[in-house]
T-cell receptor, first 115, second 118 residues
């Protein structure tokens, strides 16, 4: 169990650019979650996958955001045409779970800064 | 509506003091789950405990203890004899059932920043 890993740890980019983050969950975990966390707030749910299927997307996830988990293993989160308001910590979590009521294991996050 | 309230934004204590972090939740569901997570400065949220709505038994794990009271919709967390390494942001979370998706979803509180001073 090597834990959830996220890459990169930090990303600085200019407004309007596209960015992509990667998450590698704990290997046997079937569920993978993406959250966004801003300063002084708790994580806010963005989307989750059960194996390769994306089962739910938050209203926070605008059309500029897309997530994939092509083979039910790692996942990517892409933000197109970034805006200042996208600056946040993006957290990935995974769990071995059927219903979504089990503890989630989090990665260190990717901090996105938009110039 | 599902909601988690952590009214204490920041708490500072001196090492060896006991400290209680409050968590109040709202849900109409009869089956739900409550969690506490710790987020140290490094950023990774670390799972501490899970409680289901049918189990009101309090739990103690070393210096940590949790008091779950359905009557007041509270799930408070106490650290006894606090240490500098306890300094972190602590989040309470509710996993509640959403009928639209047929699954449970986490809702986090805004967190309580605990500073333990040497």
């Amino acid at each position: 169990d090597t834990g959830v890993s996220q890459d990169p740890r930090h990303k600085i980019t200019k407004r309007g650019q596209n960015v992509t983050f990667r998450c590698d969950p704990i290997s046997e975990h079937n569920r993978l979650y993406w959250y966004r966390q801003t300063l002084g707030q708790g994580p806010e749910f963005l989307t989750y996958f059960q194996n390769e299927a994306q089962l739910e997307k938050s209203r926070l996830l605008s059309d500029r955001f897309s997530a994939e988990r092509p083979k039910g293993s790692f996942s990517t989160l892409e933000i197109q045409r970034t805006e200042q308001g996208d600056s946040a910590m993006y957290l990935c979590a995974s769990s071995l779970d059927r219903l979504g009521n089990q503890p989630q294991h989090f990665g260190d996050g990717t901090r996105l800064s938009i110039l | 509506a599902q909601k988690v309230t952590q009214a204490q934004t920041e708490i500072s204590v001196v090492e060896k003091e006991d400290v209680t972090l409050d968590c109040v939740y709202e849900t109409r569901d009869t089956t739900y789950y409550l969690f506490w997570y710790k987020q140290p400065p490094s950023g990774e949220l670390v799972f501490l405990i899970r409680r289901n709505s049918f189990d009101e038994q309090n739990e103690i794990s070393g210096r940590y203890s949790w008091n779950f009271q359905k009557s007041t919709s509270s799930f408070n967390f106490t650290i006894t004899a606090s240490q500098v390494v306890d300094s972190a942001v602590y989040f309470c979370a509710l996993s509640a059932f959403y009928s639209t998706s047929g699954t449970y979803k986490y809702i986090f509180g805004t967190g309580t920043r605990l500073k333990v001073l040497a």
